[in-house]
Structure formats: C-alpha cells, structure tokens
C-alpha cells in the first residue's frame, strides 16, 4: 500500500513559477512509475507528467519545454517544476504512482494561475 502527500501549490501571476512535490511512503520498494495529474473544474483529469523507476519520462504536448519532472530515489519523492505558468494550467494537481499494478493517488493540490 502507498500513500502520496503533495505540496507546492498555490497562487502565481502568468508567467510565474511554482514547484510540486510529492513524498511517497509505504510499500514504495514496487514503484514502477510516477506522475502528475490535473483537472480542471468541468473537464477530465488528463496526465501532465510522468516519470519511471529507471527515469523515462512523458509530458502532455501543452507542457512541454515549460514543466520538467524529476525523482529524488533516496527520498521517495518526485517533483514538478512548472515554468511560465499560464491562466490554462489552473487545474488541481494529483500526484500518483502504481505499485505492483494498482494505481495510487493523492489528495491534490490547487494551482491556480491569474492573468
């Protein structure tokens, strides 16, 4: 069983910068990938970012050159930088992760961005 925890959200001006986090704790040895959900008020809850045991990653197309994830093995925690936010990135973002098949997630975290 894992448990997600996510920090870092909150309120930035477009163009501003904001940071995620997210600590993984218990059986977090079986971790095969990690990522970042969001989900706007009214739509779906679609990928942003994720990032696997041996560091591949995958960025939504409306992201890319602008977020980066990263992975801090020894600390059981993934990050997102998000750069040159804009109005269109408001979302709450959910940090998840699957271990040993079953999908993971955390309790989510509002980013929300103002023009």
């Known amino acids: 069983q894992v448990q997600l925890v996510e920090f870092g959200g909150g309120l930035v001006q477009a163009g501003g910068s904001l940071r995620l986090s997210c600590a993984a704790s218990?059986?977090?040895?079986?971790?095969?990938?990690m990522g970042w959900h969001r989900q706007a008020p009214g739509k779906q809850r679609d990928l942003v970012a994720a990032i696997s045991s041996i560091g591949r990653t995958n960025y939504v197309d409306s992201v890319k050159g602008r977020f980066t994830i990263s992975r801090d093995n020894a600390k059981n925690t993934i990050y997102l930088q998000m750069n040159n936010l804009n109005p269109e990135d408001t979302a709450v973002y959910f940090c998840?992760?699957?271990?040993?098949?079953?999908?993971?997630w955390g309790q989510g975290t509002q980013v929300t961005v103002s023009s």
């Open positions: 218990g059986s977090t040895l079986s971790i095969s990938a």
């Open positions: 998840y992760a699957v271990n040993r098949g079953l999908d993971y």
